[in-house]
């Protein structure tokens, strides 16, 4: 029986123009046991049937995933030096496009703000990205497991074993980089902790490729192409060109899995899918409004709203760009124009439905699928 996303109970600011007081308001609570569970209530699937052939592709990506595998502790060069506010002072100089001290700033906390300011911000911003990416690794990494245990097809499942050992070494090599390299760590952002509490607790094998394999995926991929083109750090360039090829392999898996089984759905339940689809892309807006970094800067509500205002070209540009994977998978998903074009008109609503025919808007390096 078909059970309504959760995400879709929770919903806190649907809509073409996010209320970020709202969104900046809700925040986390770290547990003191250091341990957070979700019930899953998904069921187990085996299968008897191994023949290979099937799914050529799946084969074919399964074998290229054997193939690409790296290790994380002697594949990279760690003893690379990281001074990180010599890091924050290049990435700025080299990203004045990305540097919110050039924008309107009159009237808010950030007027008065000195060049140590800027960079304890600089810094403090490079541990909750870091973080954030740390954590959603460790999100694919149960995720995946997840798909192993309840994907009805062998193809898959070998796959699927492939990027559990690949969300690991992800998990590992942001762990290390953060202790290593940088100066601290930030709890999970609260919009992406329950986005992937959504992910895991809806039974759907489904849901948890279109939440994890597309969704999250997607944009990780993205951010992790800005992040190459932007960095002027050369160990944290290699590090996201080797996790951008395996990320690319899996958006791929989840578009060729997900491509024959949604060709099945009726249109209802291909209404849910994007429902879902939808309402992950506000929880991954959300979170980019890091209001975890403005508690810990004391910067009030309102200063923050002002310098993560979508009305400003450079966080609209940014915001969108991130969300360039997505929609191209999506369109071949047919999730894009089925019920009438419900998901099409909420990605136009969010200024993001440009890209749907864009295959590699930011010249990914080497991630071909």
């Not at 969108?320 to 929609?327: A, I, K, W």
């Amino acid at each position: 029986m078909a059970t309504k996303p959760l995400l879709a109970q929770r919903r806190s600011s649907l809509g073409s123009v996010p209320d970020l007081e709202a969104i900046l308001s809700t925040v986390g609570s770290e547990e003191p046991t250091g341990v957070h569970r979700v019930s899953n209530p998904a069921v187990t699937e085996f299968t008897w049937d191994y023949r290979k052939g099937a799914r050529p592709q799946l084969d074919a990506l399964y074998e290229k995933a054997k193939r690409a595998q790296w290790n994380a502790q002697t594949d990279l060069p760690w003893d690379t030096p990281v001074d990180q506010e010599a890091v924050v002072a290049a990435n700025s100089a080299a990203n004045p496009h990305l540097d919110l001290r050039n924008s309107d700033l009159s009237g808010t906390t950030f007027r008065h703000w000195s060049d140590a300011d800027w960079l304890r911000f600089g810094i403090e911003y490079q541990n909750w990205m870091l973080s954030q990416f740390m954590h959603g690794e460790q999100g694919a990494l149960v995720c995946t497991a997840k798909i192993v245990e309840t994907v009805p097809w062998i193809d898959a499942k070998y796959y699927a074993a492939t990027q559990v050992l690949d969300e690991a070494r992800h998990v590992e090599v942001f762990s290390r980089y953060l202790d290593e390299k940088l100066s601290g760590h930030y709890p999970i952002n609260a919009h992406l902790s329950s986005l992937l509490d959504d992910i895991i607790a809806d039974p759907r094998w489904d849901i948890t490729y279109l939440g994890m394999q597309i969704m999250v995926e997607g944009l990780a991929l993205a951010a992790f192409g800005l992040i190459h083109q932007t960095t002027q750090e050369p160990l944290l360039k290699q590090i996201v060109r080797s996790i951008m090829a395996d990320e690319a392999r899996h958006v791929a898996f989840g578009v060729l899995s997900l491509e024959e089984f949604y060709a099945g759905l009726s249109a209802a339940e291909l209404r849910e899918r994007q429902e879902f689809a939808y309402e992950a892309a506000v929880r991954m807006r959300e979170r980019l409004a890091m209001q975890e970094v403005w508690e810990r800067l004391e910067v009030p509500i309102a200063d923050a709203m002002t310098v993560l205002s979508l009305e400003r070209p450079e966080r609209r540009l940014f915001h969108s760009l991130l969300f360039s994977r997505l929609v191209p998978s999506l369109k071949r998903l047919g999730l894009l124009d089925a019920a009438d074009g419900w998901l099409r008109a909420r990605f136009t609503e969010m200024g993001v439905i440009a890209y749907e025919s864009v295959e590699d808007p930011l010249t990914l390096p080497n991630t071909g699928w």
